[in-house]
């Protein structure tokens, strides 16, 4: 008997680990730079630049980018601003267990600094990542059998996920943005930050495209000195070539903006009055496909004894693949600041997952929106200032017939957010949260690994009795059934009258030895 194979291709996913260190440094002002006088805010974000793994230590270098506006203490006090990069290196341990690929993901830093004198400020960063690991794997599993004589075969019907595609890969982004006229000109950038949302990814034939936006904040000083900021939002559209792929298929895809850059361009009229914004979204894909498919999970004959062996294997059935959104509203009572606030100049926002539980619905999950703004103070001596909080939420990632041994990928991010003055003492915050999921539920199954046919025993089949009267227990199955007593499913089914493979407990059937001369 030979068997007939199909090779599955899949990834096997290992435990994430979830890892937090700390960078402190003292960092001295250049001498370009004039004195501090007061830190107004600081912002940081990291970048993991290699991942190597050495012995059971996974290594993982980068570098932490900061940027501080403070405002100098010099005979005419106005805003400045500090950038710069630390290099970090962090071993985390990892237990055993081979995979062949590390990856980083859903990144999220805490930065403060402090002012130790003038020429000098203390910087702290807490960094927050979760590293995944997976391998992939090809399994051949069993879907018939060829045999010169009669078989019986079991079936099972399956929607089997199976991998297409995976790989890395870049999307330049290059757009221009025209300062409007109630904005003064760039003389010098104090401060840019450029992020990435509404990311829309869809399947193409052949290609992933891509739609979303860039949020672009730029405070700078004019050519006379005076202070001013702009905030956009820059839409963008691309694709990515990806051979073989189809709409109907399904993904799973992590991205970060990296490398970004703002430079300031000449306008027609010859004023520095255009930015120019530049972004690297980098996509690691996995690109699946479903495939349904009849596995062999037991045979028999009549003629011959059919000795066979088995493995346990474990394929996936895709359960979900959501993209949700959960909608956050909270007024936040800040006396701090009252009659401080004149306008709210940018606001940014990260998300921390505190709990996450598997429940009959879904996922629930309890997390916190770390908050932190830029506002405008009626005070020409010390004109900005910043607030940093948290508002906490919960959100049901809903997933009908959920099972308790489902394995998901998570990633998360803020798609809007928005802070507005509510009063004298308080604010309010709006935002939503974006939720991309991929859920599988595993396929446990007992693989066929080869088939060896024996002769019938003559001896041990005339002690089998010709007729069997047999009343139904829990557990029960027509196949198995017909296996045991050497007769078929549908020979029972005829003598018994049965519409349907189906019985139950406490059914009384009458089971009739095959090819007896009875029948």
Partial sequence: MELIQKQVHYTQEGKRTFDQFYLDEDLNVPDTKDDVKQIIQGTASAKVEEIRLTENYLRISGKLYYQILYMTDSAETRPAALEGKLPFEEMVYMDSGEMTEYFIQNIRVEFTSTLVHSRKLSIRAMVEMEIGREKLEDEATVIDVEAPIQVYRKKRRVNLLELH???????????????????????????????????????????????????????????????????????????????GVTEEMYYHVQNSLDDTLMDVRLDEDGEMRILGIEGTLVLRMNIYQEEELELLEDLYSLEQNCRFDTREAVYEELLIQNHSKCKVSERLSLPELKDDVLQICHSEGTVQMEHME??????????????????????????????????????????????????????????????????????????????????????????????????????????????????????????????????????????????????????????FKENMSIL
């Fill in 165 to 243: 595609t995976t790989k890395k890969d870049t999307y330049r982004i290059k757009e221009e943005i025209t300062l409007p006229g109630t904005k003064e000109s760039v003389g010098q950038v104090l401060l840019s930050n450029i992020s990435s949302r509404k990311l829309e990814i869809r399947m193409g034939q052949d290609e992933l495209r891509l739609s979303g936006e860039l949020l672009v904040f730029c405070m700078y000083l004019s050519d006379e000195g005076k202070t001013d900021w702009l905030e956009a939002s820059v839409p963008y559209e691309g694709r990515i070539e990806c051979t």
């Fill in 358 to 511: 598997q429940i009959e619905e879904g996922i629930q999950i309890e997390g916190i929106l770390h908050l932190s703004f830029l506002y405008l103070r009626a005070d020409d001596e010390m004109p900005f200032g910043s607030w940093q909080g948290m508002v906490p939420f919960s959100w049901l990632l809903e997933c009908p017939g959920i099972t308790k041994d489902a394995r998901y990928n998570l990633a998360y991010h803020v798609e809007q957010l928005s802070v507005n003055l509510a009063g004298s003492e308080a604010v309010e915050v709006k935002a939503v949260l974006a939720f991309d999921t991929f859920m599988r539920k595993p396929v446990f199954m007992q693989v066929i690994t080869g088939v060896e046919p024996e002769p019938l025993s003559m001896e041990e089949m005339e002690k089998r009795p010709g007729i069997v009267g047999y009343m139904v227990k829990n557990g029960d199955d027509l196949w198995d059934l017909a296996k045991k007593y050497m007769t078929t499913e549908e020979s029972i089914q005829e003598m018994n009258g049965l519409e349907s493979d189906k019985i139950k407990a406490g059914d009384k059937l009458l089971i």
